[in-house]
């Protein structure tokens, strides 16, 4: 071949390891794998934010239909369950309270469908998982490490961590709250609405009417027990509050809305007497 035959050529880069007649290598996966953390901990600190809106909303609402009806005389009660409404049954709180709760649960959504993709194209790469899932996110798995920590046994990864590697507790308990939650807010906020035009009825003798179905007491239940554990347990994991002592504290919140939720179920049970018009509102949104 002689000097006249070459051709000039433009230089072109390759971009795609295949073209190479070869896969990504642990660099490739180590870098994809640091970019999904980066991804993820950019939505996590956005669903921390909405989280405060919910927190700071369960913990009015909660101080005023579950603390003070355990343990205060009924029409003082009352007094306060007005009093707080008014602070969040309006315009304003509707909106901001339905954007922290909808906005938490899309990002959790949208962090569990990043992972799931992360998790399909680098399955049997070990420099991704330990770019993927940092020590921060293994405690995620853990929860509140089961009731034998509060002996002693330790706390081990969950076993819904192991069945379904991309739920947790904290995440499927959130999920699981969605339910009785949807239908606290049907009965409470959304069928008063289409009877009436608006709320202003309920109070806490319509919870007692409320009460007086299975199915509404044992969603409340749900709702109490399930959902104190998610505000509990994702509550701890964002402020990276691991230790064993945490998570006795944390056992320590629970047991504390149990005990006041089973006083609080007691007498809200106890319907008082009322009649005409109230009653009759109330059996119309029971019925509905």
């Known amino acids: 071949m002689s000097l006249g035959s070459l051709e000039r050529v433009v230089p072109t880069p390759i971009e795609d390891p295949e073209e190479l007649g070869c896969e990504s290598g642990p660099l490739s996966s180590s870098i994809n794998g640091a970019s999904v953390y980066l991804w993820t901990s950019l939505l996590r ?26 343990v205060a005389p009924r029409h003082v009660a009352q007094q306060v369950f007005e009093m707080a409404r008014s602070l969040y049954l309006n315009d304003v709180g509707d909106i901001l309270l339905g954007v922290s ?9 949208a962090i569990r469908i990043t992972r799931s993709i992360f998790s399909k194209n680098n399955k049997s790469s070990t420099a991704a998982k330990s770019n993927s899932t940092p020590v921060h996110e293994s405690e995620s798995a853990i929860g509140l490490g089961g009731i034998g920590s509060l002996i002693g046994l330790g706390y081990k990864r969950s076993w819904i961590s192991t069945v379904v590697p991309l739920l947790n507790p904290i995440s499927l308990s959130g999920y699981l709250t969605i339910i009785p939650l949807a239908y606290h807010v049907y009965k409470f906020r959304l069928v008063p609405i289409l009877v009436d035009g608006d709320s202003n009825m309920i109070s806490l003798d319509y919870v007692s009417y409320y009460m007086g179905l299975w199915l509404n007491w044992s969603m409340l239940i749900g709702l109490g027990l399930i959902g104190s554990y998610h505000l509990v347990s994702g509550g701890l994991w964002m402020q990276r509050k691991y230790g064993a002592a945490w998570k006795r504290f944390g056992y320590g919140v629970l047991f504390t809305v149990l005990s006041l939720g089973t006083v609080l179920i007691s007498r809200l049970r106890k319907i008082e007497d009322t009649s005409g018009f109230i009653s009759k509102t109330f059996t119309s949104y029971l019925s509905y």
Do not use: C, K, M, N
């Open 45 to 70: 600190d956005v669903q921390r934010l909405t989280a405060y809106g919910v927190v700071s909303f369960a913990t009015i609402h909660w101080a005023s239909v579950g603390l003070l009806p355990a």
């Open 101 to 109: 709760i909808v906005g938490h649960i899309t990002l959790g959504v």
